[in-house]
T-cell receptor, first 114, second 111 residues
Framework: EAGVVQSPRYKIIEKKQPVAFWCNPI?????LYWYRQNLGQGPELLIR??????VDDSQLPKDRFSAERLKGVDSTLKIQPAELGDSAVYLC????WGVGNEQFFGPGTRLTVL | RKEVEQDPGPFNVPEGATVAFNCTYS??????FFWYRQDCRKEPKLLMS???SGNEDGRFTAQLNRASQYISLLIRDSKLSDSATYLC????????????FGTGTRLQVTL
């Protein structure tokens, strides 16, 4: 069974440029998460979807970050414009219904903003 | 106070040693607890869930103390392959139920 797929794996951009990350969760997983992980820190939740509904986006910096999961399957996270402090690893995870189930993570996108 | 606190380490131990990691959480209403393992430059993966009665999986033992809001992970007979960062994870219930990750404890097992 395929795991969570993310692309790109690496992205280097200059500040003020836009960037987008894509995630395809494990088939049948209703819940999808986007996390940001800074060096030496644990993952921090940005947004959680149950199917196509964003049920928790309280940690998403909405002035520059946006996300969508239009058909309740794959998802896109966008940053526009990027800032130096956005350099981090962006992880996508999926699980079966609800937060209490095991989350399976993708390999992440390592973003460097210059 | 952080929601989930861990000693960042690193813990440097020789092969065969026993090592224990501790984690405290601030929300007494938290209901589910997990240990995830993250290898260098890789994604986190579930190591084990933590049950109220404590649970064991091979060389790994997890304990929960609700009164002290404290979770532990014990690794016996450490292997080189155990070298990784161990993330304590707590499920905070509510309308926006979410998992909160600790900063992780880094373990380095040496010959």
């Amino acid at each position: 069974e395929a795991g969570v797929v993310q692309s790109p794996r690496y992205k280097i951009i200059e500040k003020k440029q836009p960037v987008a990350f894509w995630c395809n969760p494990i088939s049948g997983h209703n819940t999808l998460y986007w996390y940001r992980q800074n060096l030496g820190q644990g993952p921090e939740l940005l947004i959680r979807y149950e199917n196509e509904e964003a049920v928790d986006d309280s940690q998403l910096p909405k002035d520059r970050f946006s996300a969508e999961r239009l058909k309740g399957v794959d998802s896109t996270l966008k940053i526009q414009p990027a800032e130096l402090g956005d350099s981090a690893v962006y992880l996508c995870a999926s699980s079966q219904w609800g937060v209490g189930n095991e989350q399976f993570f993708g390999p992440g996108t390592r973003l460097t903003v210059l | 106070r952080k929601e989930v606190e861990q000693d960042p380490g690193p813990f440097n131990v020789p092969e065969g040693a026993t090592v224990a990691f501790n984690c405290t959480y601030s929300n007494s209403a938290s209901q589910s607890f997990f240990w995830y393992r993250q290898d260098c430059r890789k994604e986190p993966k579930l190591l084990m869930s933590v049950y109220s009665s404590g649970n064991e999986d091979g060389r790994f033992t997890a304990q929960l103390n609700r009164a002290s809001q404290y979770i532990s992970l014990l690794i016996r007979d450490s292997k080189l392959s155990d070298s990784a960062t161990y993330l304590c994870v707590v499920n905070t219930p509510g309308t926006a139920s979410k998992l909160t990750f600790g900063t992780g404890t880094r373990l380095q097992v040496t010959l």
